[in-house]
């Protein structure tokens, strides 16, 4: 059964680079079937779609942070990150990653990480 | 902007049948959306419960079934359990991005 889990650091200073990385275990990044997505949550909020990336590098981004974030892939680590820049407290969230099934461009979220805080103040 | 609406709120008793409705600004909700539903509990990740407007992963239970109706993407759950108590979000797809509604907070009363 696929595992994944968030890392990096749960404190960001404003106007600085958010960097988290998720990890991948019972399965691979390079697989055709799916792609790997990032979502995020303000606390006691909804949930926030950010984009997703297949193995092949394509990605697809909310276009509302499009020019704020970037999501790569590393199949020699088995993992996938995200970065946001120029961050401000509205990105003070729990960040989850995925996988998703894959159907043309559309993704569906089936397997979760337990999500990391991220909390951006000086 | 699109805007994916849900529920704020519903209550259900146990045993009972609820259906929870996801809409789009953009028009009538069809196939082509590709709804997903999404269940979160207090401090845990989301739960994937259906795909593409009805598919049910082998984990969902058989009490939820998603469709169409309305122009709206629908999830029912039948036969409520108490456990069933969370906040239920759908996911839309609009030709590369994908949208989460805001939510709907269930409580089983």
């Known amino acids: 059964q696929v595992q994944l889990q968030e890392s990096g650091p749960g404190l960001v200073k404003p106007s600085e680079t958010l960097s988290l990385t998720c990890t991948v275990s019972g399965g691979s990044v390079t697989s055709s079937s799916y792609y790997w997505s990032w979502v995020r949550q303000p606390p006691g909020k909804g949930l926030e779609w950010i984009g997703h990336i297949y193995f092949n590098g394509n990605t697809n981004y909310n276009p509302s942070l499009k020019n704020q974030v970037t999501i790569s892939i590393d199949t020699s680590t088995n993992q996938f990150s995200l970065k946001v820049t120029s961050v401000t407290a509205a990105d003070t969230a729990i960040y989850y990653c995925?996988?998703?099934?894959?159907?043309?461009?559309?993704?569906?979220?089936?397997?979760w990480g337990q999500g990391t805080l991220v909390t951006v103040s000086s | 902007q699109t805007v994916v609406t849900q529920e704020p709120s519903l209550t259900v008793s146990p045993g009972g049948t609820v259906t929870l409705t996801c809409a789009s600004t953009?028009?009538?909700?069809?196939?082509?959306?590709?709804p997903n539903w999404f269940q979160q509990k207090p401090g845990q990740a989301p739960r994937a419960l259906i795909y593409s407007t009805s598919n049910k992963y082998s984990w969902t239970p058989a009490r939820f079934s998603g469709s169409l109706l309305g122009g709206k993407a629908t999830l029912t759950l039948s036969g409520v359990q108490p456990e069933d108590e969370a906040d239920y979000y759908c996911l839309l797809y609009y030709g590369g991005a994908q949208v989460f509604g805001g939510g709907t907070r269930l409580t089983v009363l």
């Open positions: 995925a996988r998703a099934l894959r159907k043309g461009s559309v993704s569906s979220p089936d397997y």
């Open positions: 953009t028009g009538a909700v069809t196939s082509g959306f590709y």
